[in-house]
């Protein structure tokens, strides 16, 4: 073997036992209760998406182009900095997200933390968190059933702030008339999700 071989190979078994260490560390840390946030990397047809997750339920979930240094220090400042990548606690999320992407699930079963919403945003991301799968509602709709049927903007506006874009399912807000309206991760993964429920604006 020489040396340059050696020395990769050096490097790569370095890198699985810091990965493997950072594992053992994270479970640990989980088991002992000195993991607030835990947070884990899922696959997509978006590319890579960030969730993250308290023990009470998911907090955050974000697409690609979300900064993580950001997110991380919004996490620290209004939950925990006890932060830790530990996919661990996140598989059963990442399974119905995997699931959810291949056409095969029609509802999310994993717990939500609302912390992160506050007020009449949280009142609208939980009416919105019953719009069935395939179907849509408009800005209007979701406004009646929060009790304020002339809040059609601020609805758009909680909307576009939903921390947990895919599994509270803003996309299926649209317009009165058909147009798709705004969406929190642009308007063409608005479209590309509707599309892979069979949904489509009215």
Same mark, same amino acid.
């Given at each position: 073997?020489?040396?340059?071989?050696?020395?990769?190979?050096?490097?790569?078994?370095?890198?699985?036992?810091?990965?493997?260490?950072?594992?053992?560390?994270?479970?640990?840390?989980?088991?002992?209760?000195?993991?607030?946030?835990?947070?884990?990397?899922?696959?997509?047809?978006?590319?890579?998406?960030?969730?993250?997750?308290?023990?009470?339920?998911?907090? /955050?979930?974000?697409?690609?182009?979300?900064?993580?240094? $950001? +997110?991380? !220090?919004?996490?620290?400042?209004? #939950?925990? =900095?006890?932060?830790?990548?530990?996919?661990?606690?996140?598989?059963?999320?990442?399974?119905?997200?995997?699931?959810?992407?291949?056409?095969?699930?029609?509802?999310?079963?994993?717990?939500?933390?609302?912390?992160?919403?506050?007020?009449?945003?949280?009142?609208?991301?939980?009416?919105?968190?019953?719009?069935?799968?395939?179907?849509?509602?408009?800005?209007?709709?979701?406004?009646?059933?929060?009790? /304020?049927?002339?809040?059609?903007?601020?609805?758009?506006? $909680? +909307?576009? !702030?939903?921390?947990?874009?895919? #599994?509270? =399912?803003?996309?299926?807000?649209?317009?009165?008339?058909?147009?798709?309206?705004?969406?929190?991760?642009?308007?063409?993964?608005?479209?590309?999700?509707?599309?892979?429920?069979?949904?489509?604006?009215?």
């Amino acid at each position: 073997m020489s040396e340059l071989e050696l020395t990769l190979k050096l490097r790569g078994d370095l890198s699985r036992d810091a990965a493997s260490v950072a594992a053992r560390f994270a479970e640990t840390a989980d088991g002992s209760g000195a993991l607030d946030v835990a947070y884990a990397m899922v696959d997509s047809p978006f590319g890579p998406l960030l969730v993250a997750a308290s023990t009470r339920g998911l907090l /955050r979930l974000a697409y690609p182009d979300e900064p993580v240094e $950001a +997110l991380m !220090a919004q996490l620290a400042e209004e #939950v925990s =900095p006890r932060i830790l990548e530990a996919p661990g606690r996140l598989d059963p999320l990442r399974r119905q997200l995997d699931e959810y992407f291949a056409g095969s699930r029609r509802r999310f079963e994993f717990p939500i933390d609302w912390r992160l919403v506050h007020g009449f945003g949280r009142d609208v991301l939980r009416v919105t968190a019953h719009i069935p799968y395939g179907k849509v509602s408009t800005y209007g709709d979701v406004a009646v059933r929060t009790g /304020r049927p002339k809040a059609s903007r601020a609805v758009g506006n $909680a +909307l576009g !702030a939903n921390p947990m874009p895919i #599994v509270i =399912p803003c996309h299926r807000v649209v317009r009165t008339g058909g147009g798709l309206g705004g969406y929190t991760g642009g308007v063409q993964r608005k479209e590309r999700l509707l599309q892979l429920e069979g949904g489509a604006p009215r």
